[in-house]
């Protein structure tokens, strides 16, 4: 069974950085995505950034610049370097792995529990 692990979140002031990691267990298919997600109260969840298997990232334009995502595949594991915070940024950080099928565009999608990330003005 696979499970993802988040870390790293917290409560920091405006223009502070933060670095969240997501670790997963288990077998995932090593054609795989790993994605970062944050829902802020009473909105959507949207897509933060994502790096590909290959190591390809890419970004919503509203952290670019500002957020770097990476990945070490031998440990399963990405992670999510967040500078220059701002309050808006403050929302709870999901970790996201879509595990392609070989050969296909399907792929099966795993969810960590979050890691709230708190900005103050």
């Known amino acids: 069974q696979v499970q993802l692990v988040e870390s790293g979140g917290g409560l920091v002031q405006a223009g502070g950085s933060l670095r969240l990691s997501c670790a997963a267990s288990?077998?995932?298919?090593?054609?795989?995505?790993m994605v970062w997600y944050r829902q802020a109260p009473g909105k959507q969840r949207e897509l933060v950034a994502e790096?590909?298997?290959?190591?390809?990232?890419n970004y919503a334009d509203f952290v670019k610049g500002r957020f770097t995502i990476s990945r070490d595949s031998a440990k399963n594991t990405v992670y999510l370097q967040l500078n220059s915070l701002k309050p808006e940024d403050t929302a709870v950080y999901y970790c996201?792995?879509?595990?392609?099928?070989?050969?296909?565009?399907?792929?099966?999608?795993?969810w960590g529990q979050g890691t709230q990330v708190t900005v103050s003005s």
């Open positions: 790096v590909t298997s290959g190591g390809s990232p």
């Open positions: 996201n792995v879509k595990a392609y099928y070989l050969g296909t565009s399907y792929y099966r999608a795993y």
């Open positions: 288990g077998s995932i298919n090593s054609r795989n995505a």
